[in-house]
Nanobody, 127 residues
Framework: QVQLVESGGGLVQAGGSLRLSCAAS????????MAWFRQAPGKEREFVAA????????NYAESVKGRFTISRDNAKNTVYLQMNSLKPEDTAVYYC????????????????????WGQGTQVTVSS
């Protein structure tokens, strides 16, 4: 079993930055991929970014490319999402997720490929 706890959300003005963190426990963190998803009110949960367990592979949604950066610190069992140049349309609850199993290049953007989810952290970007 894996437990995921997000933090770092908040209210920020458009153009600002936030860094989200997701602390993982319950399994060897360095052996599985990690991802961030988000869900705005009335919308489906959508992919934001993913990073392989080897850290050599990263995948981003087109809407965040060039603005968001995913990274991980295996020594701290933590994955990060650095969000720059935030826009009002980035407003959502952000979730980190992990698959039960993953291969070294795994960076799937599909919700159904992830088995463990955090409780979410709210990000609100004001215009």
């Amino acid at each position: 079993q894996v437990q995921l706890v997000e933090s770092g959300g908040g209210l920020v003005q458009a153009g600002g930055s936030l860094r989200l963190s997701c602390a993982a426990s319950g399994r060897a963190f360095s052996t599985y991929a990690m991802a961030w998803f988000r869900q705005a009110p009335g919308k489906e949960r959508e992919f934001v970014a993913a990073i392989s367990w080897s850290t050599n592979y990263k995948n981003y949604a087109e809407s965040v490319k060039g603005r968001f950066t995913i990274s991980r610190d295996n020594a701290k069992n933590t994955v990060y999402l650095q969000m720059n140049s935030l826009k009002p349309e980035d407003t959502a609850v952000y979730y980190c997720a992990a698959p039960r199993r993953s291969y070294s290049t795994f960076t799937s953007p599909k919700v159904d490929d992830y088995d463990y989810w955090g409780q979410g952290t709210q990000v609100t970007v004001s215009s």
